[in-house]
C-alpha cells in the first residue's frame, strides 16, 4: 500500500493549533440530547480559549443531527461549516479537514462539536437491516471479534493478551476523578471472567457508552499563541484508507494501511524516541493490539508479549495510553475525547494521570480509514 | 433452531439473482470477465475494474473457515432461541469470503482452516439463507 509521501515535507507541520478544549460529564443526561451536550463543550471550549460564539468562523458538527440548527442555537454563521459522518474515525478525519480549511484560509476559528446522547436514547451498536444480519452478524464489535480469533490462530495470541489493555486503561480512570468508571477498579481475573459478548470478546473488552459532548477549538498556530491557554500544535496527521470488504471484517487486521500512517513521524519531523505517551482508539480492545502492531511499536503478531507487563501504564510502562481511561474505561466519545485528552497532556492539565514531561503525544486510529496524528507543545 | 425466524435480506437489484438461486441449492457469486476473480456481496460493477463486466457463475459451494464468532448478545428478536450462536467468516474456494453459520456441527468443534461446504436448509419466508457444515 502506497504510503503518504515520506520524504516531502508535510506543508500543515505545527501550522494550527488546538486553542480550546471543552468535555461534558458523561453519563446518562435524559434531561439534555446531543445539542444541549455540544453548547455545553463548546461553551466550556469557548472559556477555555477566551472567544465568543461570534468569533467563530468555521464549525464541523458530528453525531449532533444537524449543523443548521445547532449553527442556529450557538448563534454561529460561519463561512466553513459542515457535519461529519457518525463513525468515529471522523474525529481525526474532522481534525484534519478543520485543518486544511485554516491552512488554507477558509475559516479563522473553527469549533468541532461532538455531541452524543446514545445512552440515554438506548443506541444500540448492532441489529437491523444489513448484508449479514439474516445470519445473525452485525456490531462493530463481532467484526473486532472475528478478527481476533483470526490473529490468535495467525500468531498464537490469546483473549488474555486483551487483558493488559483492559487493565491499564481502567488503572487510569482511577486516576481520573471525571472518568465514568473511576473508582472502580479491575484485575486481570476480572477481565478474563467477564461475560461473553461475542466470543472471543467479552464485556471487559468493550467501551462504555455514554451521553456526552466534546468541542475542540482550532486555530492557526500564530492566532492560538493570542489566546488565554498554551497553544498544543498539530505537528503531523497521515491517513489511508482501505475499503476492500468494508462490508466483511478486513482479513489484514489493517495492517497495510495503518503501516503506511508511520509517515506522520516524518510529516511531524519527531521521531517515536520523542513521544511520551499515546492516544489509541480503544473502541474494543483488539483494536489496541492492531494500531500498537501497525504503526511498528512492536512486530505483527507480538503485541501480547508487548503490552504484557503494562508497557501502557502510567508508571509502570515506556508508553502510557489513554490516560483518561479511554473509551474502555471513560467513554467512548469516538476519538473526540481521546485527542482533547492528548491536548490535555500537553499543557499539564491532568493532575495524578499527568505524563512527566509530556512534550508530544501520538493519536491512532485503526479502522478502514487508518490515521495517525502527532501533537507537540509550542515552544 | 429456526431459520423461519431470522431476520429477512433485504433485497436488492444486485443481489436478487443470489437470493433466487439459494431457493434452488444453488450459490452464485459474480465473476469478472477482464481478471476472471470472483467477488461478494453482489454490486453493479468489478471493484478489480470498476466495469460492469461480469457474469453470475455457480460457486463450487467449498471453502474455509477464516475466522468464527460465537454471539452471546442478542441483537435480533427472531435469534433469541438460538443464542449462544455461531457466526463463520468462510473464503470461498473462488476467493469472495461469506459471512454465514456453522451448521450441522457444534462451535467447539470449530477449527480456523477446516474444509467447509455449503447447504440450503431454509430461511424467512420462501427464503434460502446459505449456511456452511463439514465438508461433505
Given at each position: ?11 500543515l507541520r ?18 439534555t440530547?446531543?445539542?444541549?451536550l455540544?453548547?455545553e ?9 477566551g472567544l ?7 464549525l ?6 444537524s ?7 450557538m448563534?454561529?454563521?460561519?463561512q466553513?461549516?459542515?457535519l461529519?459522518?457518525t463513525a468515529?474515525?471522523?474525529s481525526g ?5 478543520a485543518?486544511?480549511?485554516l ?9 468541532l462539536?461532538?455531541g452524543n446522547?446514545g445512552?440515554?436514547v438506548r ?8 448484508q ?5 452478524m452485525?456490531?462493530p464489535?463481532?467484526i ?15 483473549h488474555?493478551d486483551?487483558g493488559?489493555?483492559?487493565?491499564a486503561?481502567r488503572h487510569?480512570?482511577?486516576l481520573n476523578?471525571?472518568a465514568?468508571?473511576h473508582g472502580?477498579?479491575?484485575s ?15 464485556l471487559?473488552?468493550?467501551c462504555?457508552i455514554?451521553?456526552g459532548?466534546?468541542?475542540w477549538?482550532?486555530t ?20 489511508q484508507?482501505?475499503f476492500t470488504?468494508?462490508?466483511s ?8 494501511s495503518?503501516?503506511?500512517t508511520?509517515?506522520v513521524y ?6 517515536r ?24 511499536f ?9 503490552v ?7 508508571g ?33 492539565d491532568c493532575?495524578d494521570?499527568?505524563?512527566p514531561?509530556?512534550?508530544a503525544?501520538?493519536y491512532i ?7 495517525s496524528?502527532i ?5 | ?11 436488492d437489484n ?8 439459494a ?8 465473476k469478472?470477465?477482464?481478471t ?12 478489480f475494474?470498476?466495469r460492469?463486466?461480469?457474469d453470475?457463475?455457480?460457486?463450487s ?19 433469541k432461541d438460538?443464542?449462544p450462536?455461531p457466526v ?8 469472495p469470503?461469506?459471512?454465514t453459520n ?8 470449530a ?26
Amino acid at each position: 500500500m502506497n504510503a503518504p509521501s515520506i520524504s516531502s515535507p508535510w506543508p500543515l507541520r505545527d501550522k494550527v493549533a488546538f486553542a480550546g478544549i471543552g468535555t461534558t460529564r458523561y453519563g446518562s443526561f435524559p434531561e439534555t440530547d446531543s445539542y444541549g451536550l455540544g453548547c455545553e463543550a463548546l461553551n466550556i471550549a469557548l472559556e477555555d480559549c477566551g472567544l465568543k460564539p461570534g468569533d467563530i468562523d468555521g464549525l464541523i458538527v458530528s453525531r449532533i443531527p444537524s449543523y443548521e440548527r445547532f449553527a442556529e442555537i450557538m448563534g454561529i454563521n460561519p463561512q466553513f461549516c459542515l457535519l461529519t459522518e457518525t463513525a468515529g474515525r471522523f474525529s481525526g478525519v474532522s481534525m484534519a479537514l478543520a485543518a486544511n480549511a485554516l491552512y488554507s484560509g477558509a475559516a479563522k476559528y473553527v469549533a468541532l462539536v461532538y455531541g452524543n446522547n446514545g445512552r440515554s436514547v438506548r443506541m444500540r451498536y448492532g441489529g437491523g437491516d444489513s448484508q449479514w444480519s439474516p445470519w445473525g452478524m452485525t456490531s462493530p464489535g463481532a467484526i473486532h471479534a472475528m478478527m481476533w480469533r483470526r490473529h490468535m490462530h495467525e500468531f498464537g495470541t490469546t483473549h488474555a493478551d486483551l487483558g493488559p489493555v483492559a487493565t491499564a486503561f481502567r488503572h487510569h480512570a482511577c486516576l481520573n476523578p471525571d472518568a465514568v468508571m473511576h473508582g472502580r477498579p479491575i484485575s486481570l481475573l476480572d477481565h478474563d471472567r467477564s461475560r461473553p459478548i461475542c466470543e472471543p470478546l467479552q464485556l471487559l473488552d468493550y467501551c462504555l457508552i455514554n451521553d456526552g459532548a466534546v468541542a475542540w477549538i482550532m486555530t492557526t498556530a500564530e492566532r492560538a499563541r493570542d489566546l488565554k491557554r498554551p497553544p498544543v500544535l498539530l505537528s503531523g496527521y497521515a491517513r489511508q484508507d482501505n475499503f476492500t470488504y468494508r462490508t466483511s471484517p478486513p482479513d489484514d487486521f489493517w495492517y497495510p494501511s495503518l503501516s503506511a500512517t508511520r509517515s506522520v513521524y516524518d510529516r511531524a519531523g519527531i521521531g517515536r524516541e520523542d513521544i511520551q505517551g499515546l492516544g489509541i482508539y480503544d473502541n474494543f480492545s483488539p483494536t489496541v493490539m492492531f494500531s500498537l502492531e501497525g504503526l511498528g511499536f512492536c512486530k505483527q503478531g507480538e503485541s501480547g508479549d508487548f503490552v504484557r507487563d503494562g508497557t501502557l501504564q502510567l508508571g509502570t510502562g515506556r508508553w502510557p495510553t489513554n490516560t483518561s481511561g479511554g473509551h474502555l474505561s471513560d467513554s467512548y466519545m469516538q476519538g473526540w475525547g481521546i485527542i482533547a485528552e492528548c491536548v490535555r497532556q500537553l499543557r499539564d492539565d491532568c493532575g495524578d494521570r499527568q505524563i512527566p514531561n509530556a512534550q508530544a503525544m501520538q493519536y491512532i486510529c485503526a479502522t478502514n480509514i487508518a490515521q495517525s496524528a502527532i501533537l507537540r507543545r509550542a515552544a | 433452531m429456526s431459520l423461519e425466524n431470522r431476520p429477512k435480506p433485504v433485497i436488492d437489484n444486485w443481489n436478487r439473482p443470489f437470493f433466487e438461486a439459494a431457493k434452488n441449492d444453488k450459490l452464485l457469486v459474480q465473476k469478472c470477465r477482464d481478471t476472471g476473480q470472483c467477488f461478494f456481496p453482489p454490486a453493479p460493477v468489478s471493484p478489480f475494474t470498476g466495469r460492469p463486466h461480469w457474469d453470475w457463475i455457480e460457486a463450487s459451494g467449498k471453502g474455509e473457515l477464516w475466522s468464527f464468532v460465537v454471539f452471546y448478545q442478542s441483537y435480533f428478536e427472531g435469534m433469541k432461541d438460538e443464542l449462544p450462536y455461531p457466526v463463520g467468516m468462510v473464503k470461498l474456494a473462488e476467493g469472495p469470503f461469506m459471512l454465514t453459520n456453522l451448521w450441522d456441527m457444534s462451535p467447539d468443534e470449530a477449527v480456523i482452516g477446516m474444509k467447509l461446504s455449503v447447504r440450503f436448509p431454509g430461511g424467512p419466508g420462501d427464503l434460502v439463507l446459505p449456511q456452511f457444515g463439514p465438508e461433505e
